[in-house]
């Protein structure tokens, strides 16, 4: 595995986590103001995390890299996937929607509707794009673009923010495991 798959995939990790503290989220009992600033946070954490960072990350630098190999650009798994991740805008969007509006019911609809593109999403890249990846881009260019993502990722969160999203999802599970 190449450092820029693995990058990718510990991110893909951490995202599945953040799922799985929603799915829970949804479903314990709670203050309706505690609920929804819990849901806010988790539309944060998407919107810069998952779609800035991680989305970005691969359409800015692996998606290329890999048409410039030969795979197509719009047709087949390449196509797919950034359909896919303009699905997930638009479920995230409306899930910021429904917190603005207080709706509990919108926004758990469109939830679970991102949580099950998502993870539908993140097993085709791990299972069969960054296999395909990883016999296509050498180490050495993995490597490259590994630093690539670095200098991506501050751009894009930087130090504080990134503290910002871990302390939140320490509260998460600090609240799940109050709940078990
Ligand atoms: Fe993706
Ligand atoms: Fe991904």
New binding site residues.
Partial sequence: MGKATED?RK??DS?LHVLKLLDHMTAVPSDEDARFQKYEQVVYFLQIF?DKC??G??EDYLFPELVSKGIAAENGPIGV?LQEHRTGRDYIAAMSQAVEARARLDFEAAAAGYADLLRK??DK??QV??VLADQLISDAQQDTMFEQFEHFEESVIGHGIHEQLHTMIHGWQEDLEHHL
């Fill in positions: 990718l991110e893909h995202i998952a991680h989305h990350k691969e996937m999403h993140i890249e791990n794009l960054f």
